[in-house]
């Protein structure tokens, strides 16, 4: 071996000698790291019932105390947080990461509900587009639509049966804004509250696929009708059978008796022919038929 080997290979016992050092001081030194901050951010949704549904408060509250600028890094279980966040039915996903400044992230994409049930069993939840049950918790609130009678039971109309339904109104910025709540009678048909006062809407069974023509029907009654005959003239409008508008005219009733009534009253009026005009008197006013016999 020439002098220059036995040199190198001396060098390279120095070098290796010294990187086991060093990293062994680094390992030391990062040991005694401590957490510089905590950062909780919550996705913002495309929907803007995402928004509040879950808070960095709620967050906060849900992992208890949160690492502080006295906790050790190697003492921060980032799955462990994840896990903790995830059991969490109120949140999609959840990622916790660390930075090379030593500040914990905590990233939270929340679950979107879409409506809130409140169930003549007592029960109150949330549901979101894909039928989950969402838990209804003071930390957790969002302006949602509400839904109120008796679902699922005895072979009635379940929360999940108006999935279609919430997701028509939510797709269409008038209903959205015209929706207040929604109650299933027990014969199973959707009562619509909207925000005009004074009438409520039967949607019929939500079930039958035809969610889009009714609503069609009734936008045209809102448009055409009411502004001609008065927004107060009928407490009850029907569209639950294909084809047909039915409305009932209003007495005198408070609000509470008109959202509980569950079938239209038979003295009604048929407003099939709505849309045409009486060519004789050349009047292009929209026409209601007489009220049935």
Request: hydrophobic content about 40%.
């Amino acid at each position: 071996m020439t002098r220059k080997s036995i040199i190198r290979c001396a060098l390279s016992v120095v070098l290796a000698g010294y990187l086991v050092v060093a990293v062994g001081i680094a390992q030391d030194m990062a040991a005694l790291d401590r957490v510089t901050g905590v950062e909780i951010k919550v996705a913002e949704t495309s929907h803007h019932a995402g928004r509040n549904f879950v808070t960095v408060d709620g967050i906060s509250s849900e992992l208890g105390q949160l690492p502080t600028d006295t906790t050790l890094l190697r003492d921060v279980n980032l799955r462990g947080i994840e896990r903790k966040l995830d059991d969490v039915v109120n949140i999609e996903t959840a990622r916790v990461t660390r930075s090379q400044t030593g500040r914990i992230h905590i990233d939270v994409v929340p679950m979107i509900p879409v409506a809130r049930i409140f169930s003549t069993d007592g029960t109150s939840y949330y549901i979101n587009r894909a039928g989950k049950r969402l838990t209804a918790d003071a930390r957790y609130h969002v302006d949602v639509p509400v839904v109120t009678g008796d679902l699922g039971r005895n072979g009635n109309v379940a929360a999940v049966d108006l999935l279609p339904l919430m997701k028509h109104i939510a797709s269409d910025s008038l209903l959205n804004s015209l929706t207040t709540s929604l109650k299933v009678t027990p014969a199973g048909d959707v009562l619509l509250i909207p925000a005009i006062r004074g009438h409520v809407v039967n949607l019929g069974d939500p079930r039958d696929g035809n969610t889009a023509d009714k609503f069609a029907r009734l936008l045209t009654m809102y448009r055409k009708v009411l502004p001609v005959k008065g927004w107060l003239y009928y407490d009850t409008i029907s569209v639950k059978f294909a084809g047909q508008v039915v409305a009932t005219k209003a007495k005198k009733r408070s609000a509470q008796q008109i959202a509980a009534k569950e079938l239209v009253d038979p003295e009604e009026d048929t407003l099939d022919n709505m849309l045409t005009t009486d060519a004789a008197s050349g009047d292009n006013t929209p026409a209601v038929a007489n009220k049935k016999p």
